[in-house]
């Protein structure tokens, strides 16, 4: 059975609508550049208008992570599903995706004539660290509420190494790392459950 979204709401408050959904996802879309979307997004969602728990989002970046296609878009679906259901989980992509585009249309007939310009490509480079820096600051904070454990701690290590260092195949490290994660995690609840 699938909770109704204003029971996975952390206050009491009702909640947000389909456009109002549409409407912040649509601001992230427009103001987010060069990556880091799931940084904004928990700036929105969770810091700024509390409508999800950092668990709750952390939770849903994880699974949005764990499915093919686009993170970002995943995760607005997500959002959207757990705060309004399917109209919810409509309105996030929609709202992500749409007024970027028609942006991004605009944008590009603007920025044929200024390609060609050296300081166009410094400012690009400066927006591309500073969505590095966002998003290392939502890895990080991730990265701590997963390592609750030394085998969760030793999972990630691993999967870091082995993808960053060793340059293995993404597809094998996660498909080695995560049943094996999981199951861990399927163990320590039996035991807390046990005890």
């Not at 389909?18 to 550049?33: D, E, H, N």
């Not at 409509?90 to 044929?112: E, Y």
């Amino acid at each position: 059975m699938i909770p109704t979204p204003s029971s996975l709401r952390p206050g009491d408050a009702p909640p947000p609508s389909a456009f109002q959904l549409f409407l912040a996802f649509a601001k992230i879309g427009l103001t987010s550049f060069g990556g880091g979307l799931s940084g904004w997004m928990m700036r929105e969602f969770v810091q700024r208008r509390e409508w999800l728990s950092e668990a709750e989002f952390l939770s849903g970046l994880a699974l949005a992570q764990a499915f093919p296609g686009v993170n970002v878009i995943n995760m607005s679906i997500w959002v959207g599903f757990r705060l309004r259901g399917g109209v919810g989980a409509l309105a996030g992509a929609l709202g992500l995706v749409v007024p970027a585009m028609l942006l991004a249309l605009a944008v590009v007939g603007a920025f044929s004539a200024a390609a060609k310009s050296d300081s166009v490509h410094v400012a690009l480079a400066g927006v591309a660290a500073a969505a590095v820096g966002l998003s290392l600051q939502t890895g990080l904070r991730a990265a701590r509420r997963a390592a609750q454990s030394m085998a969760a701690a030793a999972i990630m290590a691993a999967t870091f190494g082995a993808i960053f260092f060793l340059r293995l195949p993404l597809l094998w490290v996660v498909g080695t790392m995560a049943p094996l994660s999981v199951g861990l995690a399927y163990l320590r609840l039996r035991a807390r459950e046990g005890s």
